[in-house]
């Protein structure tokens, strides 16, 4: 790589760190996973540097083929019992946030996948059915859902039947 293209990189990087950070975030909700899997993004993104027409797309397009990876592999299917008590809860806001964030990590990994696409990215409904490889209709059907399944959450955190 040229000297000009590994400063564009690292100007790119530098800009777009904390947004690629925060959106893997929302993907796996775990901190440490979301730096690897932006670490893997963009080491990917450095090998393929200057041959993407859209960078912000190709990127998070491998930042999502990264998680979806990583989901896959067999360690991943073990659940957690507990939080360690010297662990730190991540720093995402007041209680709203944290209360949204809880409910969105209960959605299917597909429509979690469209819900950050669409609302945190702010893609379009092709530009999301492009990097998932779905359909239009499936991506809007999955953004219905996810919503409608999100105020549901809402309405019975607000009546007092939060479970």
């Not at 397009?61 to 008590?85: H, K, Q, S, V």
Request: include cysteine; aromatic fraction near 8%.
């Amino acid at each position: 790589m040229k000297a000009t293209e590994e400063a564009a990189f690292r100007e790119y990087v530098v800009a777009r760190l904390d947004g690629l950070r925060r959106t893997a975030f929302l993907l796996c909700h775990d901190w440490h996973t979301a730096d690897d899997l932006v670490a893997t993004a963009l080491d990917r993104l450095y090998r393929k540097w200057g041959q993407a027409d859209n960078v912000d797309a190709y990127v998070r397009r491998i930042l999502l083929n990264a998680w979806l990876d990583e989901r896959r592999r067999p360690w991943r299917r073990e659940t957690a019992t507990g939080e360690l008590p010297d662990r730190a809860a991540p720093d995402v806001g007041g209680p709203d946030e944290a209360g949204l964030l809880a409910l969105l990590r209960r959605q299917p990994p597909r429509q979690r996948a469209v819900l950050v696409l669409r609302f945190y990215c702010d893609l379009s409904v092709e530009e999301t059915a492009e990097i998932l490889g779905l359909p239009v209709g499936t991506v809007k059907s999955q953004t219905s859902r996810g919503l409608d399944a999100l105020r549901s959450a809402i309405a019975r955190e607000e009546s007092g039947a939060w479970t």
